[in-house]
C-alpha cells in the first residue's frame, strides 16, 4: 500500500512558475504508474496528467499541454508536475495518485492510492 504526500503548492502570479512534488512510501514506487489531478472549487477532479511506471510515457490533458510536464524519478520515490505559463484557471488543489495499471490512466477510480492534496493559487 503506497502512502503519498504533496508538497510545492503556493500562491503565484499569471505566467509564472511552480514544481509539484509527491513523495511516495510504504510500497514499491516503481510498480505504480503516476497521476496528477486538480479540484477547483466548486468543480468536480479532472485529471491533468500521468506518467507510466518507467517514466517513458505520458499523457496530457489538453488545456496543459505544452505548459505542464509530469516527470518521476523512481531512485527518490518520487513524480513532480512542474506548472509553467500558469493561468488563474489553473487554480485547484492538486492530488497525486497512484495506480497498479502498466500504463498511465487518466481515469479517477483507475487509481487506487491518493495524497491529501497541495493548493496552487494563481493570481491575475
Known amino acids: 500500500q503506497a502512502q503519498l504526500v504533496e508538497s510545492g503548492g503556493g500562491l503565484v502570479q499569471a505566467g509564472g512558475s511552480l514544481r509539484l512534488s509527491c513523495a511516495a512510501s510504504?510500497?514499491?514506487?516503481?510498480?505504480?504508474?503516476m497521476g496528477w489531478f486538480r479540484q477547483a472549487p466548486g468543480k468536480e477532479r479532472e485529471f491533468v496528467a500521468a506518467v507510466s511506471r518507467s517514466g517513458s510515457s505520458t499523457w496530457y490533458v489538453d488545456s496543459v499541454k505544452g505548459r505542464f510536464t509530469i516527470s518521476r524519478d523512481n531512485s527518490k520515490n518520487s513524480v513532480y508536475l512542474q506548472l509553467n505559463s500558469l493561468k488563474p484557471e489553473d487554480t485547484a488543489v492538486y492530488y497525486c495518485?497512484?495506480?497498479?495499471?502498466?500504463?498511465?490512466?487518466?481515469?479517477?477510480?483507475?487509481?487506487?492510492?491518493w495524497g491529501q492534496g497541495t493548493q496552487v493559487t494563481v493570481s491575475s
Open positions: 510504504g510500497s514499491t514506487f516503481s510498480s505504480y504508474s
Open positions: 495518485a497512484a495506480t497498479g495499471s502498466i500504463v498511465p490512466l487518466s481515469r479517477m477510480y483507475d487509481y487506487q492510492f
